[in-house]
């Protein structure tokens, strides 16, 4: 009889701090959803204005000075290609919460990682960059995972790599396959993160010097996709970095 008392007692108690907890659950997330919404309407207006406001300058005259029109021109297609950027990540964002998974595929990493290198050969040209692949599996270079969610992975932390890179820098791609896991390492020699920041910059939207990522295109969604997604595959992803020194990046499915 004591016993069930007690049983009785310790379930309701339980059930209220559950109940209780919950709620503050919700309401969190509530307010990360509010967070969110204005982010973006915050993100997608910038551009939008813009836009706005060079095409009727263009149509109130300016269009007849050709090298005005051209130089307008220029900064509406940042603007229009910053918007695809921004729409296409809010995307994936929404997908990673829909937990679309798709289907399991065999990647061979050495061929992914080379046309993921060819693919950049611009931007690592103009930076004058050096990009390594190595790997320490004896095995075939071979993974199965879901390419959906594990192609933006790597290509958003290689993107940031040479994103934050200083010119002339190294980017190494190293990776290792056993039986039943992958470890892949992405690291750079450039800019580095501080302690303070490193514990945010998987947040949405956070970018650690506002002004200067904007300019260079970014929009702090990219690591946010980058956890979601290795969170989807269970996956782990570990961050080492030093200000001046450079980034390291090792996720592990
Ligand atoms: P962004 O679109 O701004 O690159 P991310 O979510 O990909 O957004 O990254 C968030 C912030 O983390 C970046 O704005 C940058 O300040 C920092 N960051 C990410 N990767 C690196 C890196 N390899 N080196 C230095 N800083 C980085």
């Not at 910059?201 to 010097?209: G, P, S």
């Given at each position: 009889d004591v016993t069930l008392r007690y049983i009785d007692h310790t379930s309701s108690e339980l059930s209220m701090i559950g109940s209780a907890y919950n709620l503050t659950r919700v309401r969190q997330l509530e307010q990360m959803q509010r967070d969110f919404v204005g982010n973006v309407s915050h993100e997608l207006k910038t551009p939008v204005t813009s836009l706005i406001g060079f095409t009727e300058t263009l149509l109130d005259g300016a269009m007849e000075d050709k090298e005005l029109t051209r130089q307008f021109l220029e900064i509406m297609q940042r603007d229009a290609k910053r918007l695809e950027h921004l729409i296409q990540e809010i995307l994936q964002l929404s997908r990673g919460r829909d937990t679309y998974e798709g289907e399991n595929q065999e990647i061979n990493l050495k061929n992914f990682l080379e046309d993921l290198t060819k693919s950049y050969i611009s931007q690592i040209q103009e930076k004058e960059l050096q990009v390594e692949i190595s790997s320490t599996s004896t095995s075939k270079p071979c993974f199965s995972t879901k390419p959906a969610l594990f192609q933006p992975i790597v290509k958003n932390l290689f993107e940031n790599a040479i994103q934050y890179s200083k010119e002339k820098g190294k980017i190494e791609l190293h990776f290792s396959i056993d039986e039943t896991s992958l470890t892949l390492s992405i690291k750079d020699n450039g800019i580095g993160i501080d302690l303070e920041n490193q514990k945010r910059?998987?947040?949405?939207?956070?970018?650690?010097?506002k002004a200067r990522t904007r300019y260079s295109g970014g929009t702090g969604l990219g690591l946010s996709i980058v956890k979601n997604y290795v969170d989807l595959l269970g996956g782990t992803i570990e961050l080492n970095s030093q200000v001046g020194v450079g980034t390291e990046f090792v996720v592990k499915l």
């Open positions: 910059i998987f947040e949405r939207f956070y970018r650690v010097d």
